[in-house]
């Protein structure tokens, strides 16, 4: 499987910035995703991001909330924007996997204040 | 929409017992992954099944694809401390694309030595 690393790995963030998080992915992939797991919570997909082209959002979810940018194979970035206490998440890139699987990098662990 | 409940929520067991987890739901499902997050890091894939009745195992650990096709099982044999985390089911809907899963509430495993 890929080796998915993402920066920041935790952050405190004041509320009403924006914080972007990167994802680096050792090897070319086709599928990149980013999920959100709140706290306690399970996993929520926020949207596909596409290589070239604007991402896929999942419902729920909008683009000005969550852009995101995927330049090319091996690398994503998810921008949390205008944060409130309610956007404290663990953020997760992932990518698609040979049999239909998907595999998690680490996460980003955000706190908003 | 549609849900994956898992259970038990959250278990205590004795090292060396073994552990058993479902996840069921109203809706049948093409795919099932079973994953384990440790505390601060991200999920981490364990177990995939492709067809009802599968049976596969990994290590120590034994997960089955339900017959109806709206369920799936993870045993956990001989637990042992590093076991304890968080297990989460996913299912892939028959509607939804190539790597789109519904992820599970979650069974916290905590291990008493």
């Known amino acids: 499987s890929a080796v998915i690393s993402q920066k920041p790995s935790r952050d405190i963030c004041q509320r009403g910035t924006s914080l972007t998080i990167q994802c680096q992915v050792d090897s070319q992939v086709t599928m990149m995703f980013w999920y959100r797991q709140q706290p306690g919570q399970s996993l929520t997909l926020i949207a596909t991001a596409n290589q070239g082209s604007e991402a896929t959002y999942e419902s729920g979810f909008v683009i000005d909330k969550f852009p995101i940018s995927r330049p090319n194979l091996t690398f994503s970035t998810l921008t949390v924007s205008n944060m409130s206490p309610e956007d404290s998440s663990i953020y997760l890139c992932s990518v698609g996997g040979g049999g239909n699987t998907i595999y998690f990098g680490e996460g980003s662990w955000l706190t908003v204040v | ?113």
């Open chain 2, 1 to 113: 929409g549609q849900q994956l409940n898992q259970s038990p929520q959250s278990m205590f067991i004795q090292e060396g017992e073994d552990v058993s987890m479902n996840c069921t739901s109203s809706s049948i499902f093409n795919t099932w992954l079973w994953y384990k997050q440790d505390p601060g890091e991200g999920p981490v894939l364990l177990i995939a099944l492709y067809k009802a009745g599968e049976l596969t195992s990994n290590g120590r650990l034994t997960a089955q694809f339900g017959i109806t096709r709206k369920d799936s099982f993870l045993n956990i044999s001989a637990s042992i401390p590093s076991d304890v985390g968080i297990y989460f089911c996913a299912g892939q809907p028959p509607t939804s694309g190539t790597y789109k899963y519904i992820f599970g509430t979650g069974t916290r495993l905590k291990v008493l030595a």
